[in-house]
């Protein structure tokens, strides 16, 4: 059903599969960073070489969490769940740095990308290790930053481009469910926080971003291929979902999973992994073999985030790390044409009829 028009990007469209602003997933997987695509989904063009440097370290300066965000973070306990903590994050420090005349959209849209990564960490380290860890970093991209302040030490090339590409690839997916409970939130004219504090909300089940932790959840079940064939002929007999496959505009493949794929067994041979990767891979071959379903990008990325010493509960976190561009992007968009969303219903309950005072009842 189409629900509105967006000129950020197309999903499934004939011979097009998957592009941001006209290019092509492939491409931009291949020869951009994070950084470029976040700025070609805000700004609508591809930054030139002292733009996208100007763009770093605007956001790399905005890494820094005020006093009154590290005190909520330390109150948000420490078996929440991280999409809580975003959650509570960044409805925190939009009563903390509020959108206003002088803090306009595209501060907060800076502000937040660059910040997420932070409140995420912060709080992780703060119950972990009991440390209150410096987030404002000299990491030169997004990907070094969330890496660093995990693993407390600057990444690899290898490790830190994963993690690029990744971003990249989460980025935007046209008026998937997040993205349009974005949208619908923006409509009533509400301000950039609340539209991105819905969003997050909505991405975090299972059917949407939640999927790429119920995938892992479910491969780190087996310890052999043969043994994950034996599982999941019995959930494709009992009917239940296998998180990760499967796509609701996709009808043949996600142009995304064989890109994460590759990075998926890259950092998994690196590891020296001989089980993780090859139970993946088995699971997708049952899946097409019993179902015609094919892997979406949740199902592969489960590995590679594995194999990069992530742990499970941050990976939808990362989703929103990296969503919340494309999030701006249609923030931006709804409100350069905006028409409150309200759509209707077919009524399926019971015809007129008299009230029924309560003595009668
Ligand atoms: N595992 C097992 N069966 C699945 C499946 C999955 N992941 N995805 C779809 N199916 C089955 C459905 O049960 C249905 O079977 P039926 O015809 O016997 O009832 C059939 O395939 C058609 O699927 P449908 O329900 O029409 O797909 P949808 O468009 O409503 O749902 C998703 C799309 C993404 C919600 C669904 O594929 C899903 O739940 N996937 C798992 C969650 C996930 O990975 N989400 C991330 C999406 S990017």
Redesign the pocket.
Known sequence: MVAGDTAISTVGKEGLGLTYRGYSIDDLAEKATFEEVAYLLIYGRLPKATELEEYRQRLASRRGLPSALKTVLEQVPADAHPMDVLRTGCSALGCLEPESRERGQDQVADRLLASFPSMLLYWYQFHKTGRRIETQTEDRSMAAHFLHLLSGRPPDAMHERAMDVSLILYAEHEFNASTFTVRITTSTLADFYSAITSGIGALRG???GG?NE??MELIEKFKTPDEAEAGLMTM?RN??????????VYKIS?PRSDIIKRWAKKLGDAADDTRLYPISERIEQV?WRE?K?FP????YSAAAYHFSGIPTPMFTPIFVISRTSGWSAHVIEQRGNNRLIRPTADYTGPPPRPFVPLAQR
């Open positions: 299972p059917l949407h999927a119920a995938a494709l009917k239940e979902l296998v998180m990760g496959f499967g796509h609701r996600d899946m179902k379903l979406n990008l949740d199902f």
